[in-house]
């Protein structure tokens, strides 16, 4: 069982910045593809940003392509989402997810098993 706790969500104005964390214990971290996604009151949950096992790779929704910077850190078992040039679009609980079922679904909530419980995310105009 992976566990996966995710802070640094808060209320920020139009344009500001945001970093969120997300760390785990598990002593296979470098196996797991780590994704972010997020969802919003009567939203499905969408996919926004994932790096690969090394960290050499990262992909994003185009919706935050150039705004938001995913990194990972395997030596201290943790993921960040830098958040920048926020917008009232971005307000969302977001989550933090571990996955090593099939790395070619790094876009969808199905290419991963494990889940953090969210952290919010409020932009206000």
């Known amino acids: 069982q992976v566990q996966l706790v995710e802070s640094g969500g808060g209320l920020v104005q139009t344009g500001g910045s945001l970093q969120l964390s997300c760390t785990t214990s598990?002593?296979?971290?470098?196996?797991?593809?780590m994704g972010w996604f997020r969802q919003a009151p009567g939203q499905e949950r969408e996919f926004v940003a994932t790096?690969?096992?090394?960290?050499?790779?990262?992909y994003y929704a185009d919706s935050v392509k150039g705004r938001f910077t995913v990194s990972r850190d395997n030596d201290k078992n943790s993921v960040s989402l830098q958040l920048s040039d926020l917008k009232p679009e971005d307000t969302a609980v977001y989550y933090c997810?571990?996955?090593?079922?099939?790395?070619?679904?790094?876009?969808?909530?199905?290419?991963?098993?494990?889940w953090g419980h969210g952290t919010q995310v409020t932009v206000s105009t």
């Open positions: 997810a571990a996955g090593d079922i099939n790395y070619s679904d790094y876009d969808s909530p199905r290419g991963y098993n494990y």
């Open positions: 598990t002593r296979a971290f470098n196996l797991y593809l």
């Open positions: 790096v690969t096992r090394s960290g050499r790779s990262a």
